[in-house]
């Protein structure tokens, strides 16, 4: 072969000679002038025949690796192309890696990017359920208590005039008609950490302070003060079939938490579902004791005449006729909750009875009478210290 094609050979060819001769890019003339020898006769036409074109062109290639390999000229021009091509190689090599990297990442990212916004539409979801819940609770209460005024209103206007004796008839199928507080003033809110409890244990945990009616669980994601990542809570709400246990439960949970500990330390914000206490609840005093209160809530004798609470409800109706100046018994009105006149004067509806004002004024003193009786203590420690 002639010079120039040799150089061209060695400049542009893509075969490995050292590979195709079976030698190291080390190896020593004589070296390799054996390997060429001993592959040579392998591919030979006199052995393999001149009609095996692959074992001639092989036979070819490895004649033109020995001219190259074999001149001292050459050989480095070859070595420098074959080292080009090695790092050609090994960049387009890193350049894949790097560029399937970067596609992974992209595809990586767009996955989180998707996952991300369906569990954002999922807790946004959540909040809505639970803030259409507390709006239904509310415009429930409100429903009933502008039924109950309406009721009342016209069952005050056809009272007027009766007989004294009908005060005490009962509702037309014989019993009193039963009157409830509305639902939100009987919902607590409390949050806890999510796998922390389900429903069923939260329920079983709860119903020490009375009977639960309804219970809704939704999930969400906080930020905690001093922690970095939010954190998974569960926001509940909890509906009582009496006020009397939601006003233990948020008054009781705290106190709980800190003397009896696991699971009740669990619980964050335990307060009202309407944000605030109901007005009607008793507020405890500073005279109030378990004895001293339990002995107001009862009459000094029987048929003693006792003080009636005025409402808002029974104000707007008497001063929305200046006929109407009288405010009958509720409980003689045929079609309308009968009154329920006992030790706590009289039951309007929507408030609480006179046995659920009597329980909670209770609680409230007895809690009363404890944190007197820690102080005294924590005073007689400090003396005797």
């Known amino acids: 072969m002639a010079d120039g094609d040799l150089k061209d050979a060695a400049l542009n060819s893509t075969e490995d000679f050292y590979e195709l001769l079976g030698v190291t890019s080390t190896a020593s003339e004589t070296e390799i002038r054996s390997a060429w020898r001993r592959t040579a006769l392998k591919y030979h036409p006199d052995k393999v025949g001149a009609n095996d074109k692959e074992a001639a062109e092989k036979f070819y290639l490895l004649q033109i690796a020995l001219d190259v390999l074999s001149d001292e000229n050459l050989r ?130 709860f119903s020490r302070f009375g009977k639960i009616q309804d219970i809704v669980l939704r999930n969400k994601k906080i930020k905690v003060e001093g922690e970095k990542h939010r954190r998974d809570f569960t926001i509940a709400l909890i509906v009582f079939e009496s006020i009397v246990g939601a006003h233990a439960a948020v008054t009781d949970t705290p106190e709980l938490a800190k003397s009896a500990g696991e699971p009740w330390g669990a619980f964050e914000e335990v307060k009202w579902a309407s944000g605030k206490e109901p007005d009607y609840i008793p507020k405890p005093k500073s005279s109030d004791t378990p004895v001293a209160k339990a002995k107001n809530d009862f009459p000094t004798r029987i048929g003693a005449p006792q003080a009636s609470p005025v409402t808002a409800v029974t104000e707007r109706i008497k001063n929305s006729d200046p006929g109407l100046k009288r405010v009958p018994s509720f409980g003689s009105f045929k079609g309308t909750p009968k009154a329920s006149v006992g030790h706590g004067g009289l039951h309007v509806a929507g408030s609480p009875s006179s046995e659920e004002l009597m329980m909670m004024r209770l609680k409230n003193a007895e809690r009363k009478r404890l944190a007197e009786q820690i102080q005294r203590e924590e005073a007689a420690e400090a003396q005797d210290a």
């Open 76 to 205: 480095p021009l070859y070595d420098n192309a074959r080292r080009a091509r090695e790092e050609k190689k090994q960049r387009d090599a890193a350049y894949d890696v790097r560029r399937r990297n970067l596609k992974e990442d992209l595809e990586r990212r767009e996955s989180a990017g998707v996952a991300g916004l369906k569990r954002k539409r999922g807790q946004e979801q959540e909040e809505d359920k639970l803030q259409r819940e507390l709006e239904r609770l509310a415009a429930d209460g409100a429903r009933r208590r502008k039924q109950r005024e309406e009721e009342l209103r016209k069952g005050m206007q056809e009272g007027l005039g009766r007989d004294s004796s009908e005060e005490k008839q009962a509702t037309p199928n014989g019993a009193p008609a039963k009157v409830g507080v509305e639902e939100v003033d009987r919902t607590i809110k409390l949050r806890y950490p999510t796998n922390t409890l389900d429903e069923e244990a939260l329920k079983k945990q």
